[in-house]
């Protein structure tokens, strides 16, 4: 409510202090009798601005039905009229009140179907807030307490943003009124009054930092100073904004806008490079209370709100943030087969749980998450932060811990790993994140794709977080411009090399593979649930002369920096392969091992072959089988072994991802040439099947049948189905039970959609004997109204 504007009495006694109540109170007729003391008008002014700085509780409030309270903080002198008895002109609360100009109401048009939310493409966000995008002109009415008389009234926007906003420092920003808009800056125009109430245009600046921004109104006459109290129903929530030309995340593809900003739903890739498989992920960005979870989010990094204009340190806090190492981020990694004390990272169908349950709990860390996860929330973030990203997977994805830019493998003396030196690591596949934007920061050219990490692996400065760090820069081996390109450098080029041990306990380089690091590098294609392979934005074309290249400039930068030195001769050559799509769960693995000798002389290998269950990770879990043989190679001869891991030597060690690897080493006799190679394969899980059931329409009840068969021999123990879809139904857990050994079995799953137009409806499975098993169905609800035509 409005403040009540004292009388001159009032005013004056405040100034005074002729009591102990300040004459706070209501005018008595003890008081009214008083003989008035002499007007000071500027003392009084600054006590009461002294007073509503230190006690606004005291002040009174009027009785009037303003929706916008306004705080009258100065009022000019009267107008000097003739005194009657040396006494100054009573002027009553009414009078000043005609006089002031004050705010009752304020109106953001912010309905999700109005112009401001359309024309920002911020229609999609489950809220009734204010979300609109920076660099773009937004609508708003004010009412007054009178008509705006633009020769004698004065009017400008105040919005402030975090703990200690700071005009300096762009998070107290003063919006002045103007008669014409100009680009590039905050301005507010007026461009329509009707009576009372005045429509005005405001632009905002294309940097402006992101986040939620408190909105106040100040009105300036002849009569005085007025401000409108903060309510937080005004708030403006601004965004990054890929529709503005000046904005560093502009992206020009409208198709592209489309499946980078706007798109919930996801495809995220995993197996391995032979094996590639598939999952749904519900980003549900627009979801609502995700705003919110989001902006929380950048508020506990502690990071200052002033540098949360760029989005390179947006995606490099995201980075930090979404792991719980440092900052007690969003999920907490969990590699151990062991989820007891939360939920499997196989579990997950989408972030909106994650991020709403991390919400809620004040910031307790959400359990448990792998690379995935991480990929699938920062992408939710950025998206709802305006900010055009995608979840990305490589495959053969190098884990480089020393800096050498190499995948390096030591041996000892018998071509044994040497467990304690061979920290690095190629894991199956790991997701990431690629960020859409300008890079001002960088020598031209490296704008565009940036890579984010948030899977905590190595610090950066002292933080797990990673990125972002330029494609291009990658692609060329420029590992000397920032954030971390050395790191995704070896995830995707690195040469892995074989070192051994030699008596004297130095090591020898014998071997090296420059194809092994960096395969079938995949995202969701624009527009459709394909698989998009990216390899050729992140490398050139494996075995090019510009591939090379990259890899010695990148290496040049390393910690071993020495380690390319001339090719020698090579004549036999060993290669695994796997027909078709692989090996299924509870079924026997066929691999087939080729050698081949290219020289004209007979050749003796002496081969040595080792199959782990690996996570997926390139961490090893156990070995199940070991092999040695001697091959014999006649002049030009190609030989293939064909090599089977039954399902028995497997069944009791998998973990997540069924994941297994071979490693080949061997010597050639004659020439004491090294062969060494690895091959990961993935044990397939079957689907689960969705059927719906009945006619989808916005409000009225409908169905989904899950069908799952246990690819086993063994019981199935404690299965729980995970079911949820965007404006279909929220996620629900069903603990089911038992499934019985090859056995098949459905359950029936009731909803009501909520929201029209095309749906997908995710369904995950989990037990401690069977994970990765997942299914989804494309559902388009109908709205009510259409439904009944």
């Not at 009229?81 to 000043?96: A, H, I, R, S, Y």
């Not at 000892?412 to 990431?432: G, K, R």
């Not at 704008?447 to 692609?475: I, K, M, N, Y």
């Not at 044990?683 to 689960?688: A, E, Q, V």
Request: hydrophobic share 35%.
């Amino acid at each position: 409510m409005p403040v009540e504007t004292r009388s001159i009495r009032d005013r004056s006694a405040v100034g005074r202090f002729p009591s102990v109540t300040l004459g706070f109170g209501e005018d008595t007729e003890e008081e009214k009798e008083e003989p008035e003391p002499e007007y000071n008008a500027e003392k009084d002014n600054a006590c009461r601005w002294w007073l509503r700085k230190v006690c606004p509780c005291c002040c009174p409030k009027s009785n009037d039905d303003d929706i916008t309270d306004t705080v009258v903080t100065a009022i000019d002198d009267l107008d000097k009229g003739e005194e009657t008895n040396g006494e100054k002109p009573v002027t009553g609360d009414g009078e000043l009140d005609e006089l002031l100009l004050k705010v009752q109401s304020i109106d953001l048009m912010k309905s999700k179907s109005g112009q401001n939310r359309t024309e920002h493409h911020t229609n999609l966000y489950q809220s009734d807030d204010f979300v609109i995008r920076r660099g773009q002109t937004f609508q708003m009415w004010i009412t007054l307490s009178r008509p705006f008389n633009p020769d004698t009234d004065k009017l400008h926007l105040e919005l402030k943003t975090g703990p200690l906003p700071t005009v300096a420092k762009g998070t107290h920003v003063i919006i002045p009124l103007v008669e014409d808009l100009e680009d590039d800056r905050w301005e507010a125009a007026v461009v329509k009054q009707d009576d009372k109430r005045i429509k005005l245009s405001v632009n905002s600046l294309p940097t402006a930092a992101i986040g939620r921004y408190q909105l106040i109104v100040e009105t300036n006459c002849a009569s005085g100073k007025a401000v409108s109290t903060h309510n937080p129903a005004n708030d403006i929530y601004m965004l990054f904004n890929p529709w503005c030309e000046d904005d560093t995340v502009f992206m020009d593809s409208d198709d592209e806008r489309q499946e980078y900003v706007l798109n919930s739903v996801g495809r995220i890739y995993y197996g391995t490079q032979n094996q590639i498989g598939v999952r749904t992920w519900n980003y549900g960005q627009f979801h609502d209370g995700i705003l919110a979870a989001c902006l929380y989010v950048l508020e506990k990094s502690g990071t200052p709100p002033s540098g949360w204009g760029d989005p390179v340190n947006v995606v490099r806090v995201i980075s930090a943030m979404i792991n719980s190492p440092d900052d007690l981020g969003v999920v907490e990694g969990n590699w151990s087969g062991d989820y007891s004390l939360g939920t499997s990272p196989t579990f997950w169908s989408g972030s909106v749980e994650i991020l709403n349950e991390y919400y809620k709990n004040s910031g307790t860390p959400v359990k448990y998450g792998q690379c995935w996860i991480f990929a699938g929330v920062v992408t939710t973030v950025l998206r709802c932060l305006g900010i055009p990203s995608r979840t990305v997977t490589n495959f053969s994805s190098a884990h480089d811990t020393d800096v050498s830019l190499t995948t390096d493998v030591y041996l000892d003396e018998n071509l044994d790993p040497i467990a304690y030196l061979n920290t690095d690591s190629i894991w199956n596949f790991h997701v990431w994140n690629d960020s859409w934007m300008a890079r001002p920061d960088l020598p031209p050219g490296n704008g565009g794709w940036q890579a984010v990490d948030a899977t905590p692996q190595e610090t950066s400065q002292g933080t797990f977080r990673c990125g972002p760090a330029s494609l291009a820069a990658v692609r060329n081996g420029h590992v000397y411009l920032k954030h971390d390109s050395p790191f995704v450098f070896a995830e995707v080029n690195s040469d892995k090399i074989y070192w051994q041990r030699n008596v004297d306990g130095t090591f020898t380089q014998i071997y090296s593979e420059k194809k092994t690091v960096g395969h079938f590098i995949s995202t969701k294609a624009v527009g459709s649930d394909e698989r998009n392979d990216i390899t050729h934005l992140y490398k050139h074309p494996e075995g090019s002369e510009e591939e090379r290249i990259a890899v010695e400039t990148a290496c040049r930068y390393g910690t071993k920096a020495q380690t390319f030195s001339s090719p020698t001769a090579e004549d036999v050559s060993v290669e695994v392969t796997m027909e078709g799509e692989g090996p299924k769960m509870g079924g026997d693995a066929e691999l087939s091992l080729i050698l081949r000798n290219s020289s004209s002389e007979q050749r003796k290998v002496f081969l040595h072959s080792q199959v782990a269950v690996m996570y997926y990770t390139g961490v090893h879990k156990a070995t199940v089988r070991k092999d040695r043989t001697d091959v014999d190679l006649l002049p030009n001869e190609e030989k293939v072994l064909e090599w089977t891991l039954e399902y028995k030597d497997y069944k009791d060690q998998l973990i997540d991802q069924a994941a297994l690897m071979m490693t080949l080493t061997g010597r050639v006799k004659e020439t004491q040439q090294v062969l060494a190679t690895q091959f990961s394969f993935r044990l397939r899980t079957p689907d689960l099947i969705l059927k719906p059931i009945g006619k989808p329409v916005v409000g009225e009840k409908m169905a989904v049948e899950i069908s799952f068969t246990n690819p086993l021999p063994q019981v199935l123990k404690a299965v729980i189905f995970h079911v949820e879809g965007l404006g279909l139904l929220t996620a629900q857990k069903i603990n089911y039970g038992d499934i019985g050994s090859r056995a098949t079995v459905s359950l029936t799953e009731h909803f009501v959609p909520t929201l029209p137009g095309p749906r997908k409806l995710l369904a995950s499975l989990d037990c401690r004997q069977l994970t990765q098993v997942h299914g989804v169905t494309n559902i388009t609800v109908e709205d009510k109204s259409n439904a009944t035509l």
